[in-house]
C-alpha cells in the first residue's frame, strides 16, 4: 500500500496489507479500523520505495501526492477527484478518527467501485466482502468517480469556505440550494464528458450528506485535493460552454474567504470563470 491515511488504513485494516509505503511522516494514521464486521487490527511493515514489489499494491494517497510515472501496472488507486492519468477506484465512505484513534466511516455503509482489477486481487476483495465492504464491479467504473468527485466538490469546499461544519452547510437552507444546484451541474458536465451518471444524483446526495454532519471532510486536512474535485469539474465545463453559476460560486467563496492562516492570502480554486 502507499499512503496509510485514513482511506489506506481503513482498506488496507479490511484487506490485511502487510507493506505499506508511508507518506512523507513515515507513519500510519491507524492500526485499527471500526469495520462493518468489527475492529480490525493490523501490523504492517513500513518500508521505502521503489514500488515495484510483486504484490497488489493499493494507492491511496490523495491525486496531488502520487507518483503517478512510478506506478506499477496493476496497481490500485483509490483516491478522490477527477483528471488522474489512470482509472480510478470510487470510494463511497466519509471516514474519521474517533477519540480512541480508530478510524471508522460516518453515515451510509462503505461501498466501492471499480473496474474488474483481476485475479491478483481476488483475495483482497474477498477480504473486503468479508469486512463488511460492498465492493461493486464495474464495465465503466468513471460514473461512480465522477458522482463521488461532484459530492467532493460541494459541500466540503463550503465548509472550508466558511469556517462551518457539514451539518451546518447543509442545514443551510441557502447553502443546501447551492449544494444541489451545483450537483445538477455536475451531472451535465459528466454528461457533455460522455459519462452517464444515473438520474437521481440529487436525491443520493441528499441521502448522503443528511448521514454525514459530523464528518470532517479532507479538503480541511489539504487543500491541494482542491484542483482535482473541483478545479476539473469547472474546467471541463468552460470547455464544453456550460453554466456552472453554482459551482462558480463554490470556487469563489472558497478562494475569497478561505484564507491560509501561513501567508494570510486566499486560497485559489483551478478552473476558469
Keep these: 500500500m502507499l499512503g496509510p491515511g485514513l482511506v489506506g488504513a481503513y482498506l488496507g485494516a479490511a484487506g490485511g496489507a502487510t507493506r505499506v509505503y508511508a507518506g512523507p511522516s513515515g507513519s500510519i494514521t491507524s492500526r485499527r479500523a471500526a469495520l462493518p464486521a468489527g475492529i480490525r487490527e493490523w501490523q504492517p ?13 493499493l494507492v491511496a494517497c490523495r491525486a496531488h501526492q502520487t507518483p503517478w510515472r512510478d506506478l506499477p501496472a496493476d496497481c490500485l488507486v483509490a483516491q478522490n477527484g477527477i483528471g488522474q492519468p489512470r482509472s480510478v477506484m470510487a470510494c463511497f465512505f466519509a471516514l474519521d478518527l ?15 467501485v471499480l473496474a474488474d482489477p483481476g485475479p491478483d486481487w481476488t483475495t483482497i476483495l474477498a477480504r473486503w466482502r468479508e469486512s463488511g465492504i460492498t465492493v461493486e464491479l464495474s464495465a465503466d467504473p ?6 463521488k468527485a461532484i459530492l467532493n466538490a460541494t459541500v466540503g469546499p463550503l465548509c472550508l469556505a466558511t469556517g462551518s461544519g457539514m451539518a451546518a452547510v447543509w442545514n443551510d437552507p441557502g447553502q443546501r440550494s447551492l449544494v444541489l444546484r451545483a450537483t445538477t451541474e455536475g451531472a451535465a458536465i459528466a454528461s457533455a464528458c460522455g459519462i452517464a451518471i444515473p438520474v437521481g444524483i440529487e436525491q443520493r446526495a441528499t441521502d448522503f450528506f443528511s448521514q454525514v454532519g459530523a464528518h470532517r471532510p479532507s479538503v480541511l486536512r489539504d487543500r491541494g485535493e482542491l484542483p482535482w474535485i473541483l478545479g476539473h469539474l469547472r474546467n471541463e465545463a468552460a470547455r464544453h460552454r456550460i453554466i456552472s453559476e453554482a459551482l462558480d460560486e463554490i470556487a469563489h467563496l472558497v478562494a475569497t474567504r478561505a484564507v491560509d492562516s501561513r501567508d494570510r492570502r486566499p486560497h485559489v480554486v483551478g478552473g476558469e470563470g
Excluded: F, K
Excluded at 45 to 57: A, D, H, K, N
Excluded at 142 to 147: D, M, T, V
Design 45 to 57: 511493515q513500513i518500508g521505502t520505495r521503489p514500488l515495484s514489489t510483486g504484490m497488489p499494491l
Design 98 to 112: 474517533d477519540n480512541d484513534g480508530v478510524v471508522r466511516a460516518v453515515g451510509p455503509p462503505p461501498r466501492v
Design 142 to 147: 468513471r460514473p461512480a468517480q465522477w458522482e
